[in-house]
């Protein structure tokens, strides 16, 4: 059964870090794609951050590049979002997404619940 538990967020100021985890289980597929998304209050879920399985690619949305870092584990059991230089519209919830492809199969999505990031101004 696969599992992705995010943790790390909390009440920050304008201008302070935090840092995201997702603890990924079960989760076997050698090829994926590892992503951070949020959703504010009345607004759509968006990208946040994306990571290939790999590592080697990434991707970030324009309102957090230069503040934000997406990283993962070589184990592929920890996905990771360092938050820099956070203002307050970057308050939402946070989740933790994993797809995995296998040839010939549609690919496989699964979510985690999400964590609050509240950034006061």
């Known amino acids: 059964q696969v599992q992705l538990v995010e943790s790390g967020g909390g009440l920050v100021q304008s201008g302070g870090s935090l840092r995201l985890s997702c603890a990924v289980s079960?989760?076997?597929?050698?090829?994926?794609?590892m992503s951070w998304y949020r959703q504010a209050p009345g607004k759509e879920r968006e990208l946040v951050a994306a990571?290939?399985?790999?590592?080697?690619?990434?991707n970030y949305a324009d309102s957090v590049k230069g503040r934000f870092t997406i990283s993962r584990d070589s184990a592929k059991t920890t996905l990771n979002l360092q938050m820099n230089s956070l203002k307050a519209e970057d308050t939402a919830v946070y989740y933790c997404?994993?797809?995995?492809?296998?040839?010939?199969?549609?690919?496989?999505?699964?979510w985690g619940q999400g964590t609050q990031v509240t950034v006061s101004s």
């Open positions: 997404k994993a797809v995995g492809f296998e040839a010939g199969r549609p690919p496989v999505t699964y």
């Open positions: 079960g989760f076997t597929y050698s090829i994926a794609v």
């Open positions: 990571i290939t399985s790999g590592g080697g690619s990434t």
